[in-house]
């Protein structure tokens, strides 16, 4: 079952600070959980990880990078909206609600990484279609 990762959001889930291991122990905690997760990343990723972690996290998962210039939000939600799938992500996307009128809350899940780095979502985790 696919999932998405909003990749550049979900790296401040352990306290708000950018953790460069956060969305490679998200992609494993969904893997554990039988999906198929798919890391969206901003290209400004490389500010904030390094070549290793990234390589790292396409050994377990799929990472899509958006070009210089382009969010990684508008990969993101139109990869969603072509398959309805759930988003895991803490952003609510309001800038993009126009361009994107069938986005559906029940789309986003929200989480944390506590302690011990266990992940915790806010709702049931659903393949798609919703």
Not at 8 to 15: A, C, D, E, I, K
Not at 45 to 64: N, P, W
Not at 98 to 127: A, N, Q
Request: one cysteine or more; glycine letters at 8%.
């Amino acid at each position: 079952m696919k999932i998405l990762i909003d990749g550049s959001n979900v790296l401040y889930w352990r306290g708000g600070i950018a953790d460069r291991q956060a969305p490679g122990i998200i992609a494993r905690a969904l893997i554990a959980r039988r999906f198929a997760p798919f890391v969206y990343l901003d290209h400004s990723i490389h500010r904030h990880t390094q070549t290793e972690d990234l390589a790292e996290l396409a050994r377990s998962t799929e990472v899509i990078i958006a070009p210089s210039g382009t969010p990684a939000d508008v990969l993101l939600l139109d990869a969603c909206a072509s398959g309805r799938y759930q988003i895991v992500s803490a952003d609510r996307f309001e800038v993009w609600r126009s361009e994107y009128p069938r986005m559906r809350r029940d789309w986003l899940v929200t989480g944390r990484i506590g302690k011990g780095g266990h992940v915790s979502f806010s709702k049931k985790l659903r393949s798609a279609p919703l």
